[in-house]
């Protein structure tokens, strides 16, 4: 069984590629919307949070794990992976199809601030200077706007606040590096243009699962989709967005148990 994990509903525009690559797995999906947004929590908090899940995740019985989140992956994956002997799977911002692939010289970033002010995004970014001019944009409150809703009218005003330096910079690529913004992906577009080429690694994140996952890949092809927060508003979320519907139902979601983690009550600081 395959673990999945992201702060909300993000994480499944990476699992619905997931599902598609790899039909006999069973994929167990874990929304932590009790905690979301993940974006401006600080590095300690993500990783008692990364650690309790990920540790119910493997009790659960997934021998893969994959973290669908960009802000997680920043702050918590190296040390998930110092921690634990499974295959752990993160995700980045996809700059590098954006460096090789724009012809102006000049890419856009949109992620949470989290994530951009990560050594690890920050090293990332530092092979691909100085050829081409890379703008970061942090897009604070977007992965928040988006759980609320298709019809949150926060959406628009942060995309259009975000997008702003992007054309002023004459982007050609802009990278969608946080997995929660393919679910707005239209809009977006809209307010680039066409010429615009929008990269979202979701597709890609599933071919490297399916590389590596093993027989955790081997399996019913269930799919169970668990939130901390409400379950409600889970499933409401998931009949809300187009994105979403085509891939999953509200009859594959479930509450979770309250998380506790091993790594915390063997003793480690959470400081
Ligand atoms: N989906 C997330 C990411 O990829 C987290 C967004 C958030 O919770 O702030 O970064």
Redesign the pocket.
């Known amino acids: 069984m395959i673990g999945v994990f ?3 509903i ?2 499944l525009t990476v699992l619905q590629w997931i599902r598609q690559r790899l039909p006999q797995a069973d994929l167990l999906y874990l929304a932590d919307q009790a905690f ?4 401006a929590k600080s590095s300690a908090l993500l990783q008692q949070r990364c650690d309790c899940i990920a540790d119910w995740l493997i009790a659960q019985g997934c021998t893969a794990l994959v973290v669908a ?4 992956t920043a702050h918590c994956v190296d040390a998930l992976r110092d921690r634990l002997a499974i295959d752990i799977i993160g ?1 980045e911002p996809g700059i590098k199809p954006a460096a090789l692939g724009t012809r102006s010289g000049a890419i856009g970033i949109l ?2 601030e989290n ?1 951009l002010a990560s050594s690890r995004y920050q090293q990332l970014a530092s092979r691909f200077n100085p050829n081409t001019r890379v703008v970061n944009q942090p897009c604070s409150g977007l ?2 706007a988006i759980e609320q809703g298709p019809d949150s009218p926060q959406i628009d005003t942060i995309l259009a606040r975000c997008t702003t330096a992007m054309t002023a910079a004459g982007v050609d690529r802009v990278v969608l590096g ?3 913004y393919p679910l707005v992906k239209d809009r977006l577009q809209g307010l680039l243009g066409t010429r615009v080429q929008l990269i979202d690694t979701g597709e890609a994140i599933a071919g490297e699962v399916a590389r590596r996952a093993g027989a955790a890949a081997l399996g019913q092809g269930t799919t169970r989709l668990l939130t901390t927060g409400s379950l409600a508003r889970l499933k409401q979320l998931i009949s809300a967005y187009p994105q979403l519907c085509t891939h999953f139902q509200a009859s594959q979601c479930e509450a979770a148990p309250p998380l506790t983690s091993k790594a915390q009550t063997s003793g480690s600081s959470s400081a």
């Open positions: 992201d702060s909300g993000g994480g979301a947004p993940y974006g989140c960009n802000t997680a995700v992620a949470t994530t992965a928040d946080c997995t929660h």
